[in-house]
């Protein structure tokens, strides 16, 4: 035997070989045609059912079984083809690789077929699978062919039968999804789809047999033909069979699925349902009825309906009765009856009953759907009991005459009637004609509007009392639509009222008070940022209503810089820890001037309310004083406790940095001549003005001070060496000793100066002025002695 497990295709060296001629029986290639369609038609309805189905966990069941089935009608097909085809040469088929070659035709079928796998497929997806299936198949079940012969395809026939495959099965799949998309399931057009279907496999299997030729070989030896029709029919015969076994094992399953859904829906609705045939006997009965008639399910089976429903009607009569017409007994279905039945205690109830024909309305059976009515009562005394005893008050008028037809325990304690006083009443039985009248009024006005009407603060005179209602019409509508009843919810708000009035008169006299001690309020929602202010509020921080936009940032943005971080984080800590808010900070005015502020706020709930005030005159006294207190009354300059707080600093800051400090230490020369002969004011002018000057010649960082009559200090910070010093006092000097203009002519001071250097020469504040005051003196003695001995001479 040639080597038949691979594909051979025509080549120069088979030009010589001898071609052996083959032949096809025509009854046989219609049958495999035919079989090929009708694989087709029965895949592609068991599609439809597929995707139609409600049943989903059923549908991998089903596309296996379509899939197998149109796998194994193209193998048929293929294989019915080649009975058909007759050579004068002994073939025989490999086994194996025929019960192979339907695996590739099942699996294209199940992913071409399958629903759970529509997202990755496309048509042209579909049908290259599609169509190589069926190729595959097809070349794989030629392999299973033996025989003692060449046996190789011509190229482009071979690549042809593939494309002609894939473009008959996209057309029919095409067909079929537009089929199936506008729920199309005519005969003709499931034909269509099947043949075009067919024509695919078909084609596909004669043109791959035209590319075939079989060559002559050295082992061949010819025999007579073959007849194939036989087996050939056996594989018709069970494909048939197997169709109509796939058909049936689907029916009987969806509808004993859907028998299965159907009863457990039955059995978990609280509605009883029960059917019985024309004669009236019980066939079914769900749980419902145990609960309801006390009766279990099968022990109403075989029954008569009059079982439960001994009151005969009029409708069960015209089902039951054979001699009924057909028009009679249809009026009686699909519509809901009130009726009496029976507990299996005998006892009496009300219920509706419905019922519907199965079948033939004339022969039934028919199902009858019961719902039990007994609780409606128990639910009216409930509703009646919560009506009459709830708190406000609800009075309905019918709308035709406007007369109370019901009235709850509240309105009868506020009309001082009692409810079988008041029924049949109207509003001018009850009110004087004018209210009455504008009573009536609104109540039309509601009633032909058909909409619903608030009215507050309403005022109602009873008795001479005036009562003030909050008031809710609102029309009761019928099934068609149309206003039955007046429905009047009302709240006696008298109370509220005199309690809002007596708040308003409060807050006005509590706004007035405010006013006369300019105290401004405020409430700050801490969620949502809303800023509320009063009119005072607006006056301390210079900012008109017109301009206020209500948000916390319109008072933030008022602080001064130097204070916005300490004061919003205070703020922000007291409504972290729901505490009392206190706080007096700078605000920054529209016209740029600094205005002081005592703020106080308490927490209730989501937000803070809290009073402002305008603290500015406490404030500047408080500074004036602190200034007093710490400068020169007569100078300016700071006073010995000042300068004392200034060394203090100085000192621990020259422990931290190890830089020096220099004490110098001026006592004025030349002054008491001049305080004596031009008197104590100009010796004050004097003292001013070498103020001034030191003032000036010192720097920034340093402390001038004035400490006794005519005793100055300056003290130097971040002192380098001595040279530093001495550049300090060269210039202190001079800016003394240049001569003062006065009214009185020019006048020339001197001084005597000393020093001492912290932390070289002193350890403490007390030790460093004593040092430079002992440095001083020591020069005025020698300046002294100096000057006498000069005279001497």
């Not at 009562?377 to 709308?399: C, G, R, S, W, Y």
């Not at 603290?615 to 300068?643: C, F, M, P, W, Y």
């Not at 210039?731 to 001492?756: C, D």
Request: charged share 20%.
């Amino acid at each position: 035997m040639f080597d038949h497990l691979r594909l051979h295709f025509i080549s120069s060296d088979l030009n010589s070989a001898q071609i052996i001629p083959a032949q096809y029986d025509t009854l046989l290639v219609i049958a495999s045609v035919l079989t090929a369609v009708f694989a087709s038609y029965i895949s592609f309805l068991l599609s439809a059912r597929i995707k139609s189905s409600h049943l989903k966990n059923e549908s991998l069941v089903w596309t296996v079984m379509a899939a197998c089935f149109l796998g194994i009608g193209i193998w048929g097909m293929h294989f019915i083809g080649m009975l058909a085809y007759t050579l004068p040469i002994n073939v025989e088929y490999n086994t194996t690789i025929t019960l192979v070659s339907v695996l590739p035709s099942v699996f294209a079928s199940y992913i071409v077929l399958s629903t759970s796998l529509s997202h990755i497929k496309g048509l042209i997806f579909r049908s290259v699978l599609m169509g190589a299936g069926i190729g595959s198949m097809h070349f794989v079940g030629m392999m299973a062919m033996m025989m003692p012969a060449h046996m190789a395809y011509e190229p482009k026939l071979f690549s042809l039968s593939i494309f002609v495959a894939i473009i008959l099965s996209g057309i029919a799949l095409k067909i079929n999804d537009l089929r199936q998309a506008q729920k199309i399931h005519q005969v003709r057009m499931n034909m269509l789809v099947a043949i075009v279907m067919g024509s695919a496999i078909s084609g596909m299997h004669y043109i791959g047999m035209i590319a075939m030729s079989v060559y002559a070989t050295e082992q061949t030896v010819y025999t007579t033909s073959h007849d194939s029709s036989t087996l050939a029919q056996l594989v018709i015969s069970v494909l048939l069979a197997l169709s109509l076994l796939v058909l049936s094992v689907v029916e009987l399953r969806a509808r004993s699925l859907l028998s299965a859904k159907l009863k457990a829906v039955l059995n978990t609705v609280q509605d009883v349902v029960i059917s019985f045939d024309n004669t009236g006997i019980i066939e079914f009965a769900n749980p419902a009825v145990l609960p309801v008639f006390g009766y279990k399910p099968n022990e109403l089976i075989g029954k008569h309906i009059y079982t439960l429903i001994p009151d005969k009607s009029t409708e069960l009569e015209l089902i039951l009765n054979t001699s009924s017409t057909t028009s009679q007994q249809s009026s009686c279905f699909c519509k809901s009856r009130l009726l009496n039945a029976h507990r299996a205690n005998q006892n009496s109830f009300p219920i509706t009953m419905t019922i519907s024909s199965i079948g033939n309305k004339e022969i039934g059976p028919y199902v009858a759907t019961i719902k039990d009515l007994s609780d409606i009562h128990n639910q009216e005394a409930f509703t009646q009991t919560i009506f009459d005893n709830l708190p406000i008050m609800l009075f309905v008028k019918e709308a035709e005459h406007l007369t109370f037809s019901h009235v709850n325990k509240a309105g009868e304690q506020l009309l001082g009637k009692t409810k079988e006083q008041l029924i049949g009443l109207n509003d001018f039985d009850i009110f004087n004609d004018e209210d009455a009248l504008g009573y009536a009024q609104t109540d039309r006005d509601v009633l032909a509007s058909n909409d619903i009407l608030t009215l507050d603060e309403k005022p109602i005179t009873i008795d001479g009392r005036t009562h003030y209602l909050r008031t809710r019409k609102l029309p009761i509508k019928d099934s068609h639509g149309k206003a039955q009843y007046l429905l009047d919810v009302s709240e006696d708000i008298t109370e509220l009222k005199q309690a809002k009035t007596e708040l308003d008169n409060l807050h006005q006299r509590m706004s007035m008070a405010a006013d006369a001690a300019q105290i401004g309020i405020w409430e700050w929602n801490f969620e949502s940022n809303e800023l509320i202010w009063d009119d005072w509020m607006h006056t301390l921080f210079e900012i008109p209503k017109s301009q206020f936009n209500g948000n916390y940032a319109a008072w933030a943005n008022t602080l001064h810089p130097d204070e916005y971080e300490a004061v919003t984080n205070k703020l922000k800590l007291a409504v972290l820890n729901n505490e009392d808010f206190h706080a007096e900070f700078q605000i920054v005015l529209p016209s740029g001037q600094v205005r002081f502020i005592n703020a106080d706020g308490r927490i209730y709930g989501n937000r803070m309310i809290g009073v402002n005030f305008d603290i500015t005159k406490r404030v500047l006294a408080e500074q004036k004083i602190r200034q007093l207190a710490q400068t020169d009354h007569l100078t300016g300059l700071a006073n010995r406790s000042a300068l004392s707080k200034f060394l203090k600093h100085e000192f621990a800051r020259v422990e931290r940095t190890g830089t020096k400090v220099a004490c110098l230490y001026f006592d004025l020369d030349k002054f008491k001549p001049i305080n004596d002969t031009y008197g104590h004011l100009m010796g004050d002018f004097v003292l001013v003005e070498i103020a001034k000057r030191l003032q000036e010649t010192a720097r920034k960082t340093d402390c001038t001070a004035r400490i006794g009559g005519d005793e100055f200090v300056v003290v130097i910070t971040d002192v380098e060496n001595k040279e530093h010093i001495k550049r300090a006092l060269t210039r202190l000097i001079n800016a003394i000793e240049a001569p003062i203009v006065s009214e009185v002519g020019m006048l020339n001071i001197s001084a005597s100066v000393g020093y001492a250097v912290y932390p070289d020469n002193a350890k403490s504040l007390d030790e460093l002025l004593k040092k430079a005051d002992e440095q001083m003196y020591k020069q005025k003695r020698d300046c002294s002695l100096k000057t006498a001995r000069i005279k001497t001479q």
